[in-house]
């Protein structure tokens, strides 16, 4: 039985359907939800990308909710389910975390004290000598601020570096925390870079950062360096990465980046991508300090008003817009047998179609059978 944490989410439902449908595993999802009906809509909010109703009901055979919370001791089970459990699991895959880069207090709660008590499964379940597999889903925000680098897996942890956020940095002690648990444990780090979009289809059920580039484009100059590398990979080759790490028996190494790396496209190949569309692109990069000032302005604002939103976004973002670093993707790209898509072949349908949801996707309800 596989165990995964962040199934209702984002990437965790990109994960989860590559591992259903490359398997015929059973799986058991921490789900934060009072009841059954609830953790089912929860599931189908991110996983209607993915599957017909029909589809999901299929599948749904095969998982079963724990109803439960990462802030929680032993995730909100009592002793008795908690061991149940740990004799149950043959493999862990934790993708659930807080990705709010102004929260201290979410990070803490969330990627620490959460990904301790998933940990903390993991030993239980490894001390029965069932666990097969850990796969942590981490961020390559552990390599701290960085100025234009390549970043190689191994060396993206210093401890010496300071971080851009809360995010970065309980996501960089929670890789630690994970090594140092489950020693004993086939372990698997897996390091996304910005996930936007999906490279088959323009729809997308997460916005942030989507939004953030739009918010960007729009503006008459935009304050960047043309030649900025951006590290943006598409969530469907994320999501099968995932997967296929997690199922690999023996994977070649304990970390991998899944990023764009060296290929990753310049902010004026973005903009090349973008021409004829309604998001032209005209960069000024003079004004790239200024803009900086500008955008934390922004946020000072009070909430309610549209500029202080945009301000608020594009703040948490702006470091790793900046930063012109990318994140050495060859150990991925040779275990799936091809790299990501390159972001501008995808990036105008995905940014027009998000422009005119207005950031929202057209949720269906979920039909039961
Ligand atoms: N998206 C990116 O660009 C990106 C880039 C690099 C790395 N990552 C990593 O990828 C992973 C998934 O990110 P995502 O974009 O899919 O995020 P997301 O859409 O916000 O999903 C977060 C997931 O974590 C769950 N979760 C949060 N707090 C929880 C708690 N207290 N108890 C139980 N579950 C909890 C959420 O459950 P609810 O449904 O109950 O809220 C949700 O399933 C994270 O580890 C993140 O660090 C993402």
Sequence with gaps: MIFLTGGTGFLGSYALAQLVERTDASFALLVRARSTAEAEERLWHHSQLHWTAEEFWRYRSRIRFVHGDLHADRLGLDAERWSELAGEVTSICHIAASLNRKSEKACLNTNLRGTLAVALLGRAAADRGRLARFTHVSTVAVAGQRSHEVVEEDAAIDWERSDYDPYGRTKKFAEHMVTQMLPDVSRVFLRPSIVMGDSRFPQTTQFDMV?????????????????????IVNADWVGEAIARLHLEKKPAFERY??????????ARDIADALRGTSLGLRFAPRLAPGFGVLVRGMNRLPRGNAAQAIGALLKVFWPYIVYDTVFANHRATEALGRPPAPFPAYCAGLFEWATSRRYTYPHIPLARP
């Design 211 to 231: 939004r953030s580039f739009c918010e960007l484009a729009q503006l008459p100059l935009v304050p960047l360096d043309p030649e900025t590398r951006l590290d």
């Design 257 to 266: 980046h899944l990023a764009a790396g060296e290929n990753a496209p310049r």
